[in-house]
């Protein structure tokens, strides 16, 4: 599980201007502690960043279909998926109701 606390924050705004200049790096979505985040590097450098809110904080998603869409949105098509230790919301309604 990822441990985002560490990392820097970055907003989308902010990363759609490190895309259009053709910097960022390294994109996936893995699971964090509340749920998947989106991690990056930005130009050459080996330092992570994470996905933040417009108004702070870690922007955290409840499926990959979600992270997907904003990385296209941002023109980012290609990205690694991490789901070891992941459940779909899908899944946890599934097991509930057993």
Known sequence: MMMVESL???SAKVMREFVAAGGVRDVRVEQADKGLVIVFNVGS????RVLGQ???GVRYFQSFDG???????MGI???IAR???WVPR???SASAQE
């Open 8 to 10: 820097q924050e970055v």
């Open 77 to 79: 098509v290609e990205f």
């Open 83 to 85: 789901s070891a230790n």
């Open 54 to 56: 417009a108004r702070g």
């Open 67 to 73: 992270a997907a869409s904003v990385l296209q949105g």
């Open 90 to 92: 899908t899944a946890k």
């Open 45 to 48: 450098g080996l330092n992570e």
